[in-house]
């Protein structure tokens, strides 16, 4: 801290009384000449006597401000790089609600994001085959969305999708996602395989199970999803939150999965400070400056047009 020479505060409060003075000799008979009571006036007058004896206090009291680096140092403190559960919750509904962004746009872009990850981080030529085979397990809410629009989009990328969607739900929105990888020959299994079969089968899995709305134990069917997928042996990439995983916690109860990629979405939530996997990556490039702000949360800055950032 540097602290500020006592003339220097003087000066400070000799301006400061003229200032008043002036104030008090221009404004306190303005204010009663146009009728105002001098209940008003007298407490106007209050005000300005109190804010004197404030600055004659302050010049008479050591006082210190901040070095050059303190105040950065302090205003950085305040900002963060994730998002608890219900933060994250507000956040999206700013982007629904204050910003007019609409659930299938961002699940459209979400999934664009997903897709471009998983090419990102297992390109064909390194997976050692021409169309890699692509295992997305999707689950009844918005993450289960992001999940069917990344299938999508990994079959246009160059990949051969397989969906398996246990639990459907009968929103337009999610049909509508369904019926767009059937009219494009994405097939949808009404069983999960074993796990010795996935791991002969295909080469990367999608988690787009459970999303940053997930809470309590894992229920029927999908204790039985995540327990085979905890076996299998290929790279999992996990879609926002780690399915089975607490948001702000982590794997707690230790019957979460283990990816080797994780996708966060609009910003990394708390769990994943515990991530340990490989590749981390931010995604959903939609978040305004204003909103950024709003919730304190310091975002990365995306290369070029790219629509997803590396984190770690």
């Given amino acids: 801290s540097i602290p500020i020479p006592s003339h220097a505060m003087q000066l400070h409060s000799v301006f400061a009384h003229s200032l008043f003075r002036g104030v008090i000799k221009s404004v306190l008979p303005r204010l009663c000449i146009e009728g105002r009571s001098h209940h008003v006036c007298s407490t106007f007058a209050d005000v300005v006597v109190a804010s004197t004896r404030s600055l004659q206090r302050l010049s008479t009291s050591p006082t210190t401000m901040a070095g050059p680096g303190e105040a950065a140092e302090n205003a950085e ?13 507000e956040f999206d509904n700013s982007l629904l609600f204050e910003y007019e962004f609409s659930i299938d746009q961002l699940m459209e872009i979400a999934g664009l994001c997903v897709a471009q990850a998983v090419v990102c981080c297992y390109p064909a030529q390194e997976v050692g085959v021409a169309r890699p085979q692509v295992l997305v397990l999707c689950g009844p809410g918005n993450n289960g969305g992001d999940g069917l629009a990344a299938a999508r989009h990994l079959l246009f990328f160059g990949y ?27 097939p949808f299994l009404e069983h999960l395989p074993a796990a010795a ?38 790279p999992i990439a996990s879609v926002d939150i ?28 708390e769990c994943s400070k515990f991530f340990q996997g490989r590749f981390h990556y931010l995604g959903l490039r939609v978040i305004p400056t204003e909103l950024a702000a709003k919730y304190k949360v310091k975002l990365p800055a995306y290369p070029g047009t790219d629509q997803i950032v590396r984190l770690s």
């Fill in 242 to 269: 780690p399915s089975g995983w607490d948001v702000e916690k982590g794997d707690t109860a230790g019957d979460g999965l283990r990816p080797d990629l994780l996708i966060s979405l609009t910003a990394p939530k």
């Fill in 160 to 186: 051969s999708p397989v969906i398996f969607y246990p639990k459907r739900t009968a929103k337009e929105i999610y049909q509508i996602l369904v019926n767009q990888c059937e009219k494009m020959n994405i």
């Fill in 77 to 89: 403190e305040k900002w963060k790089e994730r998002l608890g559960q219900e933060e994250a919750r």
């Fill in 197 to 234: 079969e996935i791991n002969a089968q295909f080469h990367i899995v999608v988690d787009a199970l459970f999303g940053f709305s997930f809470k309590g134990a894992v229920r029927p069917p999908f204790d039985t999803v995540l327990g085979t997928l905890k076996q299998v042996q290929k």
